[in-house]
């Protein structure tokens, strides 16, 4: 006979389990979505990127369609304003990202995206983060990095 705190015992691991797989396949299917829009945002080049985050950041910019180089000025600007912040939050962890030097852009911009979520506003942060990494994070957080970074190779 099996001691009905066995079964007890068992019951839980297998819901545990069943509950790690289900927010795995969660965690899965919101990266494929994040990954597609940063994969968009990663083939823009600077100028496309710069009216992207205008965009982001003042909905009145798509509407009032003024031209490129207005919403250019307007991004960088927009840049400008929150670099403190921005400087703030993924500087820290330069090392880190330093480190990633050789993985694929996608997936550095990503990391960038999870280190500015929460500080700046939602619909800055992935085109915001994929400009800050096209720059270099080199360039983001001086030049103590750059001996970091021959140190990580």
Known sequence: MIPPQAINYVGLALAKAA?????????????????????????????????????ADNAGVA?????????????????HRWLPKVRTLICPHRHRLLTMVDSPEVEIITTVVA???GGLPGALVKPLATLLVKRGISSLCGNSSLSAARIAR
Not at 64 to 79: H, L, R, S
Request: hydrophobic share 50%; glycine share 8%; charged share 25%.
């Open 19 to 55: 509950g790690w797989g289900f927010a795995r396949l969660a965690i899965a299917g919101t990266q494929r979505v994040v990954d597609s829009e940063i994969l968009r945002l990663s083939m823009l080049d600077e100028p496309a990127l710069l009216m992207e985050i205008a965009r």
């Open 63 to 79: 509407l009032d369609k003024p031209d490129d180089i207005i919403q250019i000025q307007y991004g960088q600007a927009t840049v």
């Open 115 to 117: 280190y500015l979520v």
